[in-house]
């Protein structure tokens, strides 16, 4: 099964810019898709963002699109999540995860392992 370790997380004013890496452990070779969860205090885990294992058909959640971007690094075991013009309603634990296909997928069922959490906090 693979692990998945985050980072980057933090305290940031609204406006700033933060960059979450995971990195991935357990597998020589995988092909399939991986994606950014985030689930704030008393709401439900929403998706965020995915990507196929070439770096090809990025999905994003409406809430984010223009201000977040996908990206891997398969070479480094890596996953990226760049965030930009971050807002106050970003605030979110934020989780990598692994999907269950090489297919994009949006929904949480649809992953197979998940990273600790990183804490991302915008303030005004």
């Known amino acids: 099964q693979v692990q998945l370790v985050e980072s980057g997380g933090g305290l940031v004013q609204a406006g700033g810019s933060l960059r979450l890496s995971c990195v991935a452990s357990?597998?020589?070779?995988?092909?399939?898709?991986m994606g950014w969860f985030r689930q704030a205090p008393g709401k439900e885990r929403e998706f965020v963002a995915a990507?196929?294992?070439?770096?090809?058909?990025?999905q994003y959640a409406d809430s984010v699109k223009g201000r977040f971007t996908i990206s891997r690094d398969n070479a480094k075991n890596t996953l990226y999540l760049q965030m930009n013009s971050l807002k106050p309603e970003d605030t979110a634990v934020y989780y990598c995860?692994?999907?269950?296909?090489?297919?994009?997928?949006?929904?949480?069922?649809?992953?197979?392992?998940w990273g600790q959490g990183t804490q991302v906090t915008v303030s005004s």
């Open positions: 357990g597998r020589t070779v995988t092909t399939y898709a």
């Open positions: 995860a692994h999907g269950k296909t090489h297919v994009v997928r949006t929904d949480a069922s649809e992953y197979d392992a």
């Open positions: 990507v196929k294992w070439f770096g090809t058909n990025p």
